[in-house]
């Protein structure tokens, strides 16, 4: 059963902790991406990966950290640095070669006691 | 990047043909255009995508004019399940950023 797993569904922080989003993939995808979702609003790219080993800041990545150690795993780390952590997160991935179709995971809603 | 313009909501009802319009007037030779469908609380999901001209597939047409400077996303034959927010994208395929707008939340009623 090929497909993409985010976890925890549901994650609550207190302010000031670090906390770390799972984001995993075997669909034996290249490129993986994190968004950042707010109500009502489109995506924001946070930070994207095309090989292991190797990714490249977004449009919102500060106060976010992660790594590529996998060609299967990227997780998120949120940092006490970002100011405004609660919102809805995706994790998403693809061939390289076609970086226009995207498959999702389910999501990680992050609230911020 | 080309930026999208797409209306805020849409209402419709069973049984009818909607038709979501996207307006792209900055789209480059490189960019395909692509529309993704997103339920509450979920990760959005790929509809269809198009160069130029009309494209189909079992769940949507795209249909594309030949200045490229819009777009037609057509679901046929609604029900209350294709009631979802639908976001267009342009982009590069060689470009890994793409620009995600609110998107058009579509409301079908019975």
């Known amino acids: 059963d090929g497909g993409i797993t985010q976890s925890p569904k549901y994650l609550f922080r207190k302010e000031g902790q670090n906390v770390t989003l799972s984001c995993e993939q075997n669909?034996?995808?290249?490129?993986m991406y994190w968004y950042r979702q707010d109500p009502g609003q489109g995506l924001r790219l946070i930070y994207y990966?095309?090989?292991?080993?190797?990714?490249q800041k977004g449009d919102i990545a500060e106060g976010y950290s992660v790594s590529r150690e996998k060609k299967e795993s990227f997780p998120l780390t949120v940092t006490s640095a970002q100011k405004n952590p609660t919102a809805f997160y995706l994790c998403?991935?693809?061939?390289?070669?076609?970086?226009?179709?995207?498959?999702f995971g389910p999501g990680t809603r992050l609230t911020v006691l | 990047l080309a930026k999208t313009t797409q209306p805020i909501s849409m209402d419709s009802y069973e049984g009818q043909e909607v038709n979501i319009t996207c307006s792209h007037n900055?789209?480059?030779?490189?960019?395909?255009i692509t529309w993704y469908q997103q339920f509450p609380s979920q990760g959005p999901r790929f509809i269809i995508q198009?160069?130029?001209?009309?494209v189909t597939n079992e769940v949507a047409s795209l249909f594309i004019p030949a200045d490229r400077k819009s777009s037609t996303l057509s679901l046929p034959r609604v029900s209350l399940s294709d009631t979802a927010v639908y976001y267009c994208?342009?982009?590069?395929?060689?470009?890994?950023?793409?620009?995600w707008g609110a998107g058009t939340k579509l409301i079908i009623k019975p």
């Open positions: 669909l034996n995808h290249d490129a």
């Open positions: 998403a991935s693809n061939w390289a070669a076609n970086t226009d179709t995207q498959y």
């Open positions: 990966s095309q090989i292991v080993n190797d990714f």
């Open positions: 900055n789209i480059a030779t490189n960019d395909y």
């Open positions: 198009g160069y130029k001209t009309k």
């Open positions: 994208l342009v982009g590069d395929p060689s470009n890994y950023q793409l620009i």
